[in-house]
């Protein structure tokens, strides 16, 4: 079994700084592509940035220049510290991992989900 544990966020003002973590536990072989979503109310689930086990990153256009993806392989843990936060940026994020298991699959797997609200 994989755990996604996510921590950091919060409220926080326009133009204001977040930084959240999500650390992957549990029995497997190694984890892949790591990446957060979005999510608001009766809206799906985006993309918001992904990172390979490599370090090439993707960024959601919305998110570009303000956002960045990083991980620690070591650690199995990935991060996102958001700057110039706006209003839009509001909702709850999750992390996603693909894990190679001790079978040999590969799996994806689901953080929790922490809130991000940006407001004044």
């Known amino acids: 079994q994989v755990q996604l544990v996510e921590s950091g966020g919060g409220s926080v003002q326009p133009g204001g700084s977040l930084r959240l973590s999500c650390a992957a536990s549990g029995s497997f072989v190694m984890v892949n592509t790591m990446g957060w979503y979005r999510q608001t109310p009766g809206n799906q689930r985006d993309m918001v940035a992904t990172?390979?086990?490599?370090?090439?990153?993707n960024y959601a256009d919305s998110v570009k220049g303000r956002f960045t993806i990083s991980r620690d392989n070591a650690e199995n843990t990935v991060y996102l510290q958001m700057d110039s936060l706006k209003p839009e940026d509001t909702a709850v994020y999750y992390c996603?991992?693909?894990?190679?298991?001790?079978?040999?699959?590969?799996?994806?797997?689901w953080g929790q989900g922490t809130q991000v609200t940006v407001s004044s």
């Open positions: 990172i390979t086990r490599p370090g090439n990153t």
């Open positions: 996603n991992a693909h894990v190679i298991t001790y079978s040999g699959r590969n799996y994806d797997y």
